[in-house]
């Protein structure tokens, strides 16, 4: 019951190429690989910002634009953003409420840097993209948009991986997969949702062979299918 007929809502903080295109032509991917038959409604919020964004002190107003997301989450001292306060955020959002948005996906990419308290003292002090199960995905191109001729290509592997990851995939119950400091499972193929930590190199490598070989391992490419064909998902 957990996510029948969720939009997925997406937002960017600077709404042209090649972030929106990687980020719609992602989605895409995942869901025509997931053979889901069902359409999700992608919604764009774009840069969003409310009418009341702003107060009358000029002061960014919570939840009003995704200024105040990031501004809300940034470490001023690391000038870093917290990925698990910013995902924190968009799973407390008021317009979760169903008289508003209700339940829906979120991803979100962003141009700042982010980073992980969890991984503190394991990582290399940032990562490109994290997510909350069956919430929301946050993804970075500070560290990936300057892989020469790749930024499109290396950005829509990171959507896709926290796509993925976000819906659970790969499941934690199979034997090839390993878990990272922040407990996510990743897959031990050759697979864009095996561990990747050191940017942009473990990116550029990722989507080589991502376009080589095809995005997902079989294995995962079993547990996506499984993912949308599970009919419970989809009951009205
Ligand atoms: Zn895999």
Redesign the pocket.
């Known amino acids: 019951m957990e996510e029948k007929n969720k939009s997925i809502n997406i937002m960017d903080n600077k709404g042209f190429w090649p972030e929106k295109s990687s980020l719609v032509d992602a989605i895409k991917d995942v869901l025509s690989m997931g053979y889901c038959k069902k359409q999700f409604p992608v919604k764009d919020f774009g840069r969003f910002r409310s009418p009341q964004w702003r107060d009358e002190d000029d002061e960014l107003v919570p939840w009003q634009s995704v200024d105040w997301y990031i501004y809300d989450a940034l470490n001023e001292e690391r000038m870093q953003v917290n990925a698990a306060a910013l995902l924190r955020s968009l799973s407390n959002e008021p317009w979760r409420d169903e008289r508003l948005l209700g339940e829906h996906y979120d991803i979100f990419v962003i141009e700042e840097d982010l980073f992980l308290p969890e991984e503190e003292g394991h990582g290399p002090g940032y990562c490109v993209g994290a997510c909350r199960a069956f919430s929301g995905a946050v993804i970075s191109t500070h560290r990936i948009e300057h892989i020469w001729g790749m930024p499109y290509s290396c950005t829509k592997t990171e959507i896709m991986r926290q796509f993925c990851f976000m819906l659970g995939i790969?499941s934690h119950l199979r034997d090839?997969v390993t878990k990272g400091p922040d407990a996510t499972a990743y897959?031990?193929?050759?697979?864009?949702?095996?561990p990747a930590y050191n940017a942009p190199q473990d990116w550029e490598e990722l989507t080589e062979d991502r376009l080589r070989y095809g995005a997902?391992?079989?294995?995962?490419?079993d547990?996506l299918q499984k993912h949308f064909a599970d009919k419970k998902h989809f009951e009205n």
């Open positions: 790969p090839d897959c031990q193929n050759n697979c864009i949702l095996r997902l391992c079989n294995s995962c490419r547990d």
